[in-house]
């Protein structure tokens, strides 16, 4: 709920997380009155299963150190993960400006800040894939945030993001979840972190689909559900649902309980039947679902989680989790599913 409380955080957080401990991405965020902080965990169930992690805590020029008790990076089952990483100068720790890196970025005629941290942002983590023996065009997730501070540059932020990767391979497209929210650690303005294959891996399968939502009629604003996946060979697959309005989706409002049941009945449905028909994921395997939105956290939530619960956790292999964010600036979502099967 609000990072002013970071550092406190971190050495409770460390008492738990003392020895190796997993790579992690934090946010601020609204959250729904007496909850001051949620925690999702990925776990690993399988005891005989490898974990080669990165953590590099003193500073260099290389990438920016740990900001508090996790690792870059962790290497388990073909699977790499990596930290949220921001776009801080590595040999000081702090944030550049546009005008101490133009002279590096000759590409940008009109560079701004949030341009700068996005660059040095992109180098840490290239540079801790390239350590953890892969590469930025092994990634078939990206997800950044992007700070409140910068929601206007938001999409371009995203587009750089994308450039960066396909400076090293240009058919490279992973799937790039976009969020804004109201403050990131150390008031940066950006933060991304990858899941990646090897880098011997082949492309990820890309897959996308548009299809017409029947409840528009409960809206002034046309609005449709938008699909696409990726499947990285030897590593996992991820897939993603978005509801997406043409107008302003902060200014929709959901009145009736049917009609927020019927969205996102309709929306896990086309998750369900695209895990099953276009990936062969069933419902035996374990899968995370990570549901983001823009409702008012106090009072939308609630109803919101049980839509979900009720569709998502009797026998599909679902753990949930809720995101309530700022924006979705992709396509304007309203609602966003995502799953990851590894």
């Known amino acids: 709920r609000d990072l002013s409380c ?3 955080l971190n050495k409770v957080y460390a008492k738990y997380f003392a020895v190796e401990p997993p790579p992690r991405l934090c946010i601020q965020t609204v959250l729904p009155k007496k909850h001051h902080l949620r925690v999702r965990l990925l776990m690993q169930t399988d005891p005989e299963a490898s974990c080669e992690r990165l953590r590099v805590q003193s500073i260099s020029t ?10 870059q990076a962790a290497l388990v089952n073909g699977n790499l993960m990596t930290a949220g990483v921001l776009g801080l100068t590595p040999h000081s720790m702090i944030f550049p ?13 009109n560079l701004e800040d949030y341009s700068a941290e996005t660059w040095l942002m ?3 983590l290239n540079n801790v894939l390239v350590e953890m023996r892969s590469c930025l065009s092994a990634a078939y997730l990206v997800d950044l945030y992007v700070s409140e501070r ?5 999409a371009r932020a995203e587009q750089e993001v994308r450039d960066y990767i396909q400076r090293e391979d240009p058919e490279a497209n992973p799937l790039v979840t976009l969020t804004v929210v109201p403050r990131l650690p150390k008031d940066g303005l950006t933060e991304v972190a990858f899941t990646c294959g090897s880098k011997s891996s082949q492309a990820a399968k890309i897959d996308k689909w548009t299809v017409e939502a029947n409840f528009s009629d409960a809206f002034e604003s046309p609005c449709h559900i938008e699909v696409q996946g990726r499947q990285q060979e030897g590593a996992g697959t991820v897939l993603e649902v ?3 309005f043409a107008g302003n989706v902060a200014e929709i409002r959901i009145d009736s309980s049917a009609v927020l049941s019927s969205m996102v009945k309709q929306c896990i449905a086309l998750l369900k039947q695209h895990l099953q ?3 062969s ?9 990570i549901v983001k939105h823009v409702i008012a956290a106090d009072s939308g939530e609630e109803a919101l989680a049980a839509a979900v619960l009720e569709e998502a956790t009797s026998d599909d292999g679902f753990v949930v989790s809720f995101m309530p964010v700022t924006s979705l600036p992709v396509s304007n979502r309203l609602l966003s599913f995502q799953t990851l099967v590894i």
């Open 62 to 71: 290389w990438a920016m150190a740990c900001i508090g008790p996790y690792s």
């Open 281 to 289: 994921i069933g419902s035996d395997r374990s899968k995370s679902l």
């Open 97 to 109: 400006k546009a005008e101490q890196v133009k002279a590096l970025r000759d590409d940008v005629p």
């Open 6 to 8: 970071f550092e406190a």
């Open 122 to 124: 992109m180098r840490s």
């Open 277 to 279: 028909e276009t990936y």
């Open 150 to 154: 910068c929601l206007s540059a938001a």
């Open 242 to 244: 978005g509801l997406c």
